[in-house]
């Protein structure tokens, strides 16, 4: 049987580089299982159930709520968003770590609801560098990046509240560190019984 | 000011490579600082107060333990024997990870004494290659290998009481593990306060 994997809750702020650390450690290391949200909102074009969301009634996400069934949830314009336990549970048992890119709110929902969860703040080496980072974009006003600093010092407030916290200065730096703490969340003893119990089973 | 270092507690049977995991890592990576512990035995020749030992009286001895200044200790043919608690601290303070090699009694007593200690078992693959290892040697008797053999099984039944169980079949892997457990220790969110204090303090 496979060794459960790990859940692995992700937030930092907008422009802090979080997708880059997960590809780039996809591309050298094992796959990632990324958790597909659930949602009443309609498809859109060219959005396929099961890949960008799960797309369900509002009667079957509000049953999901009541059973203990979604790790977090909110509303937003009328619409459900949250994170249904089955598939987590589900890919975690095939030994996948399961990743969870979201914003601090609901990954402090998720530590509540799913206590053996990984939490991982990613934090930018400066605000400056924030800045310069959502500058370069150049899809966005100076007010919207006044703005999203003004989040992300919000956000930054709670990283306290995680697990750990990687400082994205250097991507390769990043990238390790973030190998480093599932490496070692596989090595924790409540994950090694099954190789105690083999080793033990050997009668000397 | 340096980041604070972490207390290891690096424990598992006799012959399973504890040693040669420290030492290889050392090679590589980061310098650690090894314990000293203190005792009221007499010095033998050669050896150095603060270096083999530090070498006090019984009433020091007793001081300390009174005082909450052992971190562990135990008496052996009438002589007592411990992990001073400053000098742990001291080198923690200066940034060092602190390494308590130490069996499974003392370690346990650690771990009350110093909450935040991280505790990592090692495990042989088997008890045949441990066997195997003990045999190698070829110093001991097939009866001192049966008997350590069986206190080994012993030792391993409290691996669960640990953070964290590396196996030792290749040694490779076991010092890559080794680092990323202290790897990830230095990315705890408590570890990485000022930084993020530092990233804070920036006037957006």
């Known amino acids: 049987m496979a060794k459960k994997g790990a859940l692995i809750v992700f937030s930092g702020p907008s422009g802090c580089g979080k997708g880059t650390i997960l590809k780039a ?3 050298k290391e094992n796959p990632l299982y990324f958790s597909v949200s659930a949602t009443t909102r309609s498809p859109r074009e060219g959005e396929v159930d099961g890949v960008h969301y799960y797309f369900v009634t509002k009667e079957e996400f509000e049953e999901k709520i009541q059973s203990d069934g979604m790790l977090e949830y909110a509303s937003y314009v009328g619409n459900y968003y949250g994170t249904p336990r089955q598939a987590v549970e589900e890919k975690r048992n095939e030994g996948y770590d ?17 206590p053996d969860a990984t939490m991982i703040f990613v934090l930018p080496p400066s605000l400056s560098v924030l800045e310069e980072r959502l500058t370069k974009r150049g899809t966005e006003s100076p007010e919207t990046i006044a ?3 003004a989040m992300a010092k919000e956000e930054m407030k709670k ?3 995680y697990d750990y916290i990687i400082v994205n ?3 390769e730096k990043a990238v390790e560190d973030f ?5 070692s969340n596989r090595l924790k003893a409540e994950n090694q019984k099954d190789i105690l119990e083999e080793v ?5």
Chains 1, 2 share one sequence.
Not at 179 to 183: E, N, P, Y
Not at 200 to 204: F, I, K
């Open 169 to 171: 200065g250097e991507l």
């Open 200 to 204: 033990l089973r050997y009668d000397a």
């Open 159 to 161: 990283a306290p509240l």
């Open 147 to 149: 703005r999203r600093l």
């Open 98 to 114: 399961v990743i969870l890119e979201i914003e601090v709110q609901g990954a402090l929902q998720v530590k509540k609801s799913c």
């Open 25 to 27: 450690y996809q591309q």
């Open 179 to 183: 190998g480093a703490i599932l490496q």
